[in-house]
């Protein structure tokens, strides 16, 4: 039960690559994997925290209101994350800039508060806001890898953004003295990023979708 609880969040019902929420800051700041991992820490915390309060407060709250409620919930929650971040993190909040207060708008986090968080109780909201926010970084630290793996030739780049002095020591220089492909940079990257793992994703689906129809073939005839 459990399993195909997270699987169905992490994979089959991917907030990325399946409901195609929250592509404005996937797309924008996923290019390298620091500031994607960055981005993507904090729409699992925004996601976790949200539904945890939408959930707590739950009984009480009034149909007519839920939807400014949830809102007020989620900037609330947005506000302080990205105090925390400019206050510890202060050159990558300023490199992820407009994007972090724009969590505030992200589908993602407003559907799973309506959708899941309203109507259950408060350990399984959480553990849905966890394992849906996470499937969602996981797409965009992917992006970031293919993006500044193609556009830099490394991986973990400016780690120190958010590691601090021991992130320096982890930048992976993969192809030495690479000039760089600048389109996977660039916004269109993104997008040719994200419709390779989407490919990638319904390709594989299908394969095992024609594996379970071959073995349902077998067992009628058996």
Known sequence: MM????????????AALVQML???PLLAVSNTVINALGMGLATVTVVVVTNFLVSLIRPITRQEIRIPLFVLLIASVVTVI??????????????????????VTNCLIMGRAEA?????????????????????????????????????????SQAHLLFGDWGRHITLTIIPEYSGFLVAVLPPGAFFALAILVAIKNKRDTRQKQRQAQQEQRRDFE
Not at 82 to 103: D, R
């Open 22 to 24: 929250g592509l404005c």
């Open 82 to 103: 990205e105090m925390v971040m400019n206050a510890y993190f202060h050159q990558l909040y300023l490199i992820l800039g407009i994007f972090i207060p724009l969590i």
């Open 116 to 156: 899941y968080a309203s109507k259950n109780p408060l350990w399984s909201s959480v553990k849905d806001g966890f394992f849906v926010g996470l499937g969602f970084a996981l797409v965009m630290i992917m992006i970031g890898a293919m993006r500044e793996l193609l556009g830099q030739g490394t991986l973990f």
């Open 3 to 14: 399993r195909d609880f997270i699987k169905t969040r992490l994979w089959d019902n991917n």
